[in-house]
């Protein structure tokens, strides 16, 4: 109500201020631009009396100039012909480029065919084929004081200006030919450039000097602020050529200028500003009437805003205040406004609303609890401090009675508890986090800006599940060792990540006389032998040690993390102690020390192929079994 009341006040009065403003900005707009005519008139006849200066600056520097690379271009030809080796060598060449202070060094041969440079690439380069480089060739035709001072031009090859100047080869028939580039002339004539004289002009604010080719309509050169938003395309030829007595352009959609030009030789001279600058300028003309009608706008407002205020929005302001209390979960408030009827009707709708709400969110919890399905849900509030939980919450956290009493009631201490859970997922389960060793919980946690919301569920037994799942596809059922496919994925993970200077070893291992056992005894005394030795195995170090059944009576272990040699045999042998160690007691009661025989590979590489390592420990068990069984050899 109050931003209405306010727009359409401040409107009449707005429109009253403009036709004001208007009636006054008419009388005084030709003034200033006649005033901007004449200071553009002045500026233009300053820029072209400085052309002319520089002009003949720039002529007298540049004969100087070309004297003085004419004797660096000598230079070069008397250091060639006391040396002519040097050039033989780019590097020479380039050395001596660098001594004289030019960009480039050529030597071209009695062919005209530039033989030796400074610049590789140009090597081979036929003079007569250019129009830029047929002119040296007439020092070839001169005597030993033949020279050809170029003007700055495109370099044909790169398509950047150039100075070259050529002189006659004192030691053969040739030319000694060097380039300079635009920066070193920039630098020796003093930049007498459009641009550098733009830059060195004062000008006002807002305005623009740019020069137009006469004939194309090419920009030639601008001023810095002109060159960041201005070219022919937003300031056409066609107008600079109408705008001899200024000239309003629109430069795109929304913005226009005045443009005054003036023809010198064959260029355009043109002057632009903004007509938001001249704009600005008749608004300082104006700008006493506009602040007294401003303030006289501002007394009304205030005024009126007054008996809004008193009249309409302080009960507004307070139903707004209470409503703002209930949205961030305060449901035990009530909106209680008076002063006139519609008031106190809005207020007992707004109460009877939140009663509503309050009693849906007691029906939901009690649902949830019908229903058993294991979920929770809470809410927290940052701004209230407000805690809402569902009464499964403590179950699902198992969280004990005090626990939770002293959780609940404290809702920022409940944020930190849920938070420091949110820091310890479960390995591989998105949303899964463990709350003690045996039970899961996943939370699916929303953030809002005013805080968040939270649905808990149980997922121990999946979790369970699938850990029962993964050990039954992972691990032999008889004995409980790895399978042998598994067992290659984490000994090739070993082998990757082994550091340097790391040693590790495969061994492959098969059991002597197992089948006499099975014979003898029956197949349930071969599975408590093949059980036993599982258990014997599993007494290897498991820092080190990675053990597994690969089939029937072949099983295998894989050792990590040594430093040396030796300590990876010691490591393997102690295998056969342990056997001696702990014999198995047969059914006739025969202590049995099991007897195997065992293949070693062992490598300091982890970029070994796993299958080639697998491969050799294969071959040296081979050779035990078939040579010294029941003992350990190693692949060499």
Known sequence: MKKIFRKYTSVIITAAICLILVINAFFTAGLIILQQRKTFYSKINQIINTLENRALESDNINRTLGNEYLTRAKAA??????????????????????????????????????????????????????????????????????????????????????KYVGVARQDEKGIVQVGLSPLRIAESTGNATYDEIFNSFPTDIGETFFVLDASSGELLGCSDELSAHTSEDSVPFEKAEQASRGSFIKNDQYSWSYLLSQRYNDIYICASIPVRILIQNLALNVLFNFICLIVIEIIILLLLNYLLEKKVLRG?????????QITIGNLDTQVAVGGNPEFEELSAKINTMVSSISHTADRITKIIEISQIPLAAFEYQKESNYLFVTSGTKKLLHLTDSQAERLFLDPTLFYQYIQQ????????????YPVDNDHFIRIHLSSESSGYLGVIT???????????????????????????????????????????????????????????????????????????????????????????????????????????????????????????????SLPDKEQKIIGVSGGLAWTSHSDMDLDLLLNYADKALYNAKEQHKGTLMEYH
């Open 316 to 324: 507004i302001h307070q139903i707004l205040a209470d409503l703002s």
């Open 458 to 584: 149980d997922a121990t037994e999946n979790i369970k599940r699938k850990r029962k799942m993964f050990f039954e596809n992972t691990h032999d059922p008889l004995t409980n060792l790895y399978r042998y496919q598994y067992f290659k994925k984490l000994i090739q993970k070993k082998l990757t990540n082994m550091l340097p200077g790391r040693l590790c070893s495969c061994v492959m291992l098969d059991l002597d006389s197992f089948k006499s056992i099975n014979d003898t005894y029956g197949h349930d005394t071969g599975d408590l032998y093949l059980k036993h030795f599982a258990k014997i195995m599993q007494m290897l170090p498991a820092q080190h040690c990675i053990v597994a059944r690969r089939s029937g009576d072949e099983f295998c272990f894989f050792t990590y993390g040594h430093t040396s040699l030796d300590a990876l045999r010691e490591c393997v042998n102690s295998f056969w102690a342990l056997l001696s160690e702990h014999p198995l």
């Open 421 to 432: 859970i949110l820091k310890h997922p479960a390995e591989d389960e998105p949303d899964v």
């Open 77 to 162: 030809a008397y250091v060639i012909e006391k040396d002519p080796s040097v050039v033989d060598s780019v590097e020479e060449l380039q050395y001596l480029a660098d001594l004289l202070s030019v960009d480039e060094l050529h030597i071209i041969d009695s062919d005209g065919i530039l033989t030796a440079s400074s610049v590789p690439k140009y090597i081979g380069l036929d003079f007569h084929d250019d129009e830029q480089t047929s002119p040296f060739l007439t020092i070839l035709d001169g005597d030993k004081d033949a020279y050809f001072i170029q003007d700055s031009i495109p370099n044909a090859a790169e398509d950047k200006i150039m």
